[in-house]
């Protein structure tokens, strides 16, 4: 299994409130990515990287910032949550091949937040 | 807008049988397409990765197949076990940042 761990695995927070998602990596890929997962939506991408200090918008990016000041660790954070955000997070890396191809990528375990 | 669908949203098959999965995309210049497996409540497994210059990829029971000219691919799963019971996902590389879009998955349920 691909070395990539989030925490926390659950949350419960209010209305309001600021929370960080963390996702760690031990494979020294280059791009982490951040998916929310929902009932009928499916996975959507949130923010995306592809590189220490490099990072851009993905599908539903409202209400979301993120960092990554090191390959291995990449934060979502919602600056104040909001129940639309009530979902599951998934965290992902990948690597290029030399022709830009991407290889396999590869998910996390999921964080469940909920917010009240 | 690039799009991947997934049919049927659930299927329910008797052990044993040989089944075939659908994904279609709505843009061919794709990077590479990828099959996961997701159980209830856990996350996503990968089963299968096919980059676009191949037409299929193996890898025991499950063949997944590419037709990018159709906008297609398929996961054919031989001889169906109970274990098999899962959602299926669909997703399609497209992008500068290879990003993953996914279908919202086949929902299969085999029975003993």
């Known amino acids: 299994d691909a070395g990539i761990t989030q925490s926390p695995r659950h949350k419960v927070t209010e209305t309001g409130t600021p929370v960080t998602l963390r996702c760690h990596q031990t494979e020294n890929h280059r791009y982490m990515y951040w998916y929310r997962q929902d009932p009928g939506h499916g996975l959507r991408l949130i923010h995306y990287?592809?590189?220490?200090?490099?990072?851009d918008k993905g599908e539903v990016s409202d209400g979301y910032s993120v960092s990554r000041s090191k390959t291995e660790d990449f934060l979502l954070t919602l600056e104040s949550a909001t129940s639309s955000q009530t979902s599951v997070y998934f965290c992902?890396?990948?690597?290029?091949?030399?022709?830009?191809?991407?290889?396999?990528?590869?998910f996390g375990p999921g964080t469940r937040l909920t917010v009240t | 807008k690039q799009e991947v669908t997934q049919i049927p949203a659930a299927l329910s098959v008797p052990e044993g049988e040989n089944l075939v999965l659908n994904c279609s995309f709505t843009d061919s210049a794709i990077y590479n397409l990828q099959w996961f497996r997701q159980d209830p409540g856990k996350g996503l497994t990968s089963l299968l990765l096919i980059q676009s210059s191949q037409r299929e990829q193996t890898s025991g029971r499950l063949n997944a197949s590419l037709d990018k000219s159709s906008g297609r691919s398929t996961l054919y799963i031989a001889a169906s076990q109970p274990g098999d019971s899962a959602t299926y996902l669909c997703a399609v590389s497209w992008g500068s940042a290879r990003q993953l879009t996914f279908g919202s998955g086949t929902q299969l349920t085999v029975l003993p």
């Open positions: 990287s592809y590189g220490v200090k490099d990072t």
């Open positions: 992902a890396i990948s690597e290029l091949r030399v022709t830009g191809d991407p290889y396999e990528q590869y």
